[in-house]
Each structure stands twice: as structure tokens, then as C-alpha cells.
């Protein structure tokens, strides 16, 4: 429940509730959970197919995904949703230009979105990476904005917005038939989409993909990530950049364990780590958040979704979402989790 959302006299309730609650666990020493802890909601079960390592964006006031993965022996599909609300969907377009739309690179840049690399065809013949580029504004008309970009087709690379430039950061040039010499850890830049800048060809941090990256205050950081076959390889390290080409460790060992094909986003000032996989553990459920990416807290709440991996997050009217993901079997859920204004980690 948010405080925040109640009506006036709801509201008192609530404070006067908090006030009591302090009180009991200072007489008793017995921690109650207050009406303002924040807590995840189900806001309902997406029109669109079950599905994991789909596009996410957030334009024009509208949740948007596209595309995704089924299963290994299928092309992957090329529709797109959208929703105000998270619990109403509408098909936009069914088929999308774009075909490389499993693990794909995705982002909000320019009041467009934009998908880039990618894989397709899972692990039938003719399947490849990609490096090309698309844009749309509208999710509905896609501009294909290079065909091959300078980097090299690749798939589950970083993808940010830094300075007015877009990023992207690592990744793999092969899925399923892989192996070490696939894995990247160059970084490139582009102001435009197709005309792209190496900054540097080997960056601090060890060649990976199926890791996240973010920007809080000036920084990149690169997150967690690794490698799932031939040579499984999972991280749980965090490094930060102000300029993409000089790296700093902020941690060797975050207290989330290492894993793959996670979630993560930057909300209310702070950096999130949500869900994910790893061979030794399976499927996640956790969440974690940092300020500085050195000093992580785990946010335990009394709902949560089932565990999974390749799930969407969104930034959203003040709400952290989670939509779709491997939850064992594919899921189309969406989960939003509201803070207190108050709210003090």
C-alpha cells in the first residue's frame, strides 16, 4: 500500500498506524510490517503471448515491448504492445521490419525507441547475430537507421544513454555456438544511431554478455553478467565510468550472487538488480539496490513474482515494473512496486 495514494483521512490512519507500529516494536522489540513498507502488486496478465528477452521501452506516457524469445526452435516474434496503465494492452504491430529481436539492445533516445543487434532464429539453421539499427517513434513505422553499424553483430550487450550519446557495451557475437572468443568487452558511442565511435577496443572489465548496464549520477556501471555455453560463467562485479574508456572496480563481489539474463534499472535515485539465473541456483527472485554500486541492500517485501530470468523492467508514474520473463513456464505478468516518498533505505 502507498500512503501517498490514499485519501486525506486514510492517510492519518496510515501515520497514526506507523506511530503505533514504532511504538510496539519499541516496547515488545517485535517488528510489524508498516502500512507504508513498500510492497509488490500484480496489476494483471499482459494480452500479449507469455515470453522472455524481449525489447522494453517507456514513450509517451505508454509501457511498450517487442518482440522476445519462445523457444529455441522458432524464429523469434516481431510484434509490438503497448500500455498506459500496465494492464491494458494493445497490439500495435504485428510484425515489425526487424527480425533479430531475441536479446536484443534497446533503449529510449531522442524521443524514439530504438532496438539494435540482436539474435534470430534460436538454434535452427540461418540463425545469426545482428548490428543493425532501428527507430521508430510510434512503435508502429520502423526506420531502419544503419544496416550494419560499426561494431560487430552481437546480442545481450549494455545499452545506455550518457552525454547525448547512446552506448553500447559489450556482449556476444554468437548465442548458442559460441565460445570464449565470442564474448566482447569493447564500448562504442553514437549521437545519431549510424555513425558509431569505438572508445576503447578492451575495456577494464572482463568480456561478457546477458549483463545490464546503467547511468546514475554522470556514471556508467556495468553489472554482473558472464557467459552461458560452451564455458558457463557467471559475475556479480560492478564497474562505473564517467567517459566509457577509463573503468573503476567499485566491487569484485556484490552481496547478490552472480547470474545472467537479469533485469536492472535505475529508480529514485538508486540502481536496481532484479531476478535473474544462474546454473547453481536456477531461476532468481531477489532484489537489490545501490546508490554508489558498492553498498547493496537487498529489498525484502511481503509479495513478490515467482522467480525468473529474462523478464522486462520499466520505470513508470514512479513505479518500478516487472512484465513477462522466464518464471518457469514463460510468464505475461506485470508487477509494479511503488516507494514511499518517505521512503529511506
Known amino acids: 500500500m502507498n500512503a501517498t495514494n490514499m485519501k486525506p483521512q486514510s492517510r492519518s ?7 503505533l507500529s514504532a511504538l510496539t516494536t519499541a516496547l515488545f522489540g517485535t517488528a510489524v510490517l508498516r502500512a507504508a513498507d513498500p510492497d509488490w502488486k500484480l496489476e494483471g496478465t ?3 503471448q507469455a515470453r522472455d528477452s524481449q525489447a522494453e521501452w517507456v514513450l ?3 509501457l511498450w515491448i517487442g518482440g522476445g524469445w519462445f523457444q529455441s526452435y522458432e524464429a523469434p516474434p516481431r510484434d509490438v504492445w503497448s500500455s498506459a496503465d500496465g494492464k491494458n494492452w494493445e497490439l500495435v504491430a504485428k510484425a515489425a521490419p526487424w527480425i533479430h529481436s531475441d536479446l536484443p539492445m534497446n533503449l529510449v533516445f531522442s524521443d524514439r525507441m530504438w532496438i ?3 539474435w534470430y532464429n534460436g538454434r535452427l539453421p540461418g540463425h545469426s547475430a545482428s548490428n543493425q539499427v532501428w527507430s521508430s517513434s510510434d512503435g508502429l513505422e520502423w526506420t531502419q537507421v544503419t544496416q550494419a553499424a560499426g561494431w560487430s553483430p552481437r546480442l545481450a550487450a549494455g545499452l545506455v544513454e550518457h552525454r547525448g550519446r547512446m552506448w553500447v557495451l559489450g556482449g556476444t557475437e554468437n548465442y548458442y555456438f559460441g565460445d570464449a572468443s565470442s564474448l566482447k568487452n569493447d564500448v562504442w558511442s ?3 544511431g549510424q555513425n558509431w565511435r569505438q572508445e576503447t577496443a578492451r ?9 545490464q548496464a546503467v547511468v546514475l549520477n554522470d556514471k556508467i556501471y556495468v553489472l554482473g553478467g558472464g557467459n552461458y555455453v560452451p564455458v558457463y560463467e557467471s559475475r556479480n562485479d560492478v564497474w562505473s565510468s564517467s567517459d566509457g574508456v577509463n573503468w573503476t572496480c567499485e566491487t569484485e563481489s556484490a552481496p547478490w550472487l552472480p547470474r545472467l ?3 536492472a534499472a535505475v529508480y529514485r535515485g538508486r540502481m536496481w538488480v532484479l531476478g535473474g539465473w544462474s546454473k547453481e541456483k536456477d531461476n532468481q527472485g531477489d532484489v537489490w539496490h545501490s546508490a554508489d554500486g558498492r553498498n547493496w541492500q537487498q529489498l525484502e517485501t511481503k509479495t513478490c513474482w515467482k522467480a525468473r530470468h529474462e523478464h522486462s523492467v520499466f520505470v513508470f508514474q514512479d513505479k518500478l515494473w516487472i512484465a513477462g520473463g522466464h518464471a518457469r513456464p514463460l510468464s505475461s505478468e506485470v508487477w509494479s512496486l511503488s516507494l514511499p ?5
Open 203 to 211: 575495456a577494464a572489465w572482463s568480456p561478457r554478455a546477458y549483463h
Open 13 to 19: 490512519l496510515c501515520l497514526s498506524f506507523l506511530g
Open 46 to 48: 499482459a494480452a500479449w
Open 261 to 263: 539474463w537479469f533485469s
Open 60 to 62: 509517451q506516457d505508454r
Open 190 to 192: 553514437s549521437a545519431d
Open 116 to 118: 539494435m543487434g540482436g
Open 341 to 345: 516518498r518517505d521512503w529511506n533505505p
